[in-house]
C-alpha cells in the first residue's frame, strides 16, 4: 500500500518575520493530527529553510534519533554533550538524543540555508547522547540507525535513471527535489510517500532528482 503526501498539504511552522520558514510532514505543535503521529520509527520529517545569522536557540530533544540531510548552505551544530561541527550539503549528520541532551542549530553562513530533518523512535528509549557525522555519503552507502531499527538511502538520480524501492515492512520516501513516477504516480519536490510492505517497487526519475528513502524492516 502506498500513501502519497504532497508537499503543500504540510504544516507550516518556524517564524518567518525571523528568517526561519519551516514545513512539518507530520503532526507537530499545533497542527495535531491523531491519525498523522508517525509511520514505521519515523515521527517528524522537517523541511527547514534559514536566512543568514538565524536558527534554533538551545532546545532539549529525549528519546529520539534526529538524521539531517543539508540540501544547500551550511548547518553549525553545537550540543550539550560538546560536540561542535558545520554539516554542509551532502553530508548526513545524527544526534542520538538518549535521555536527554540540548542543542543548537544555525545558520552562520553567508547563504541561505536549506535541510531535511528526520527524527525516528528508537527500539529502547533512553541511553547516553552520541553524535556522528558522514561527509559527503555516497548513494551506494546506506546510512544505518540501528537504534530506530531503521537504514536511510540516498539517492541522485539523472532523468530516466530507475532505482530499486527497498523491500520492507515500512518505506519513507521524501523527493528532496526533482520529479519522480513511483508505481504510476507522480511525486513533486516536498512530495512523500508512505509504502507499507514495500515489494518490488522501483522509482523513475522523470526529471534529474533526489530521494531519501528510509528503510524500516520491524513492524512499528
Known amino acids: 500500500m502506498i500513501e502519497v503526501r504532497r508537499g503543500d498539504e504540510r504544516y507550516p511552522g518556524g517564524d518567518p518575520a525571523a528568517g526561519i520558514f519551516s514545513l512539518h510532514a507530520f503532526s507537530f505543535g499545533p497542527h495535531y493530527e491523531p491519525d498523522n503521529l508517525r509511520f514505521g520509527a519515523v515521527i517528524a520529517c522537517n ?5 543568514p545569522g538565524t536558527g534554533f536557540d538551545e532546545h532539549p530533544h529525549s528519546h529520539t534519533e534526529i538524521v539531517t540531510w543539508v540540501v544547500e548552505g551550511e548547518l553549525t551544530h553545537r550540543d550539550s554533550a560538546g560536540h561542535a561541527s558545520v554539516v554542509r550539503a551532502g553530508d548526513v549528520q545524527r544526534l542520538s538524543a538518549g535521555a536527554g541532551v540540548r542543542h543548537v ?57 530507475r532505482t530499486a ?45 533526489e530521494l531519501l528513502l528510509w528503510e524500516m524492516t520491524a513492524a512499528r
Request: proline share 9%.
Open 165 to 209: 524501492v527497498p523491500d520492507a515492512a515500512h518505506v519513507y520516501v521524501h523527493v528532496v527535489r526533482g520529479e519522480v513516477r513511483l508505481d504510476g504516480g507522480d511525486l513533486g519536490p516536498g512530495d512523500a510517500a508512505r509504502v507499507t510492505d514495500a515489494k518490488d517497487l522501483e522509482a523513475v526519475a522523470t526529471t534529474p532528482a
Open 105 to 161: 542549530e544555525r545558520n552562520e553562513g553567508p547563504g541561505p540555508l536549506v535541510f531535511v530533518q528526520m527524527w525516528l523512535a528508537p527500539v529502547v528509549p533512553g541511553g547516553v547522547p552520541s553524535y556522528e557525522i558522514v561527509h559527503g555519503i555516497a548513494d551506494s552507502t546506506p546510512y544505518a540507525v540501528p537504534e530506530a531499527g531503521a537504514m536511510l538511502h540516498v539517492r541522485r538520480l539523472a532523468e530516466g535513471e
Open 47 to 51: 523541511e527547514e529553510r534559514l536566512a
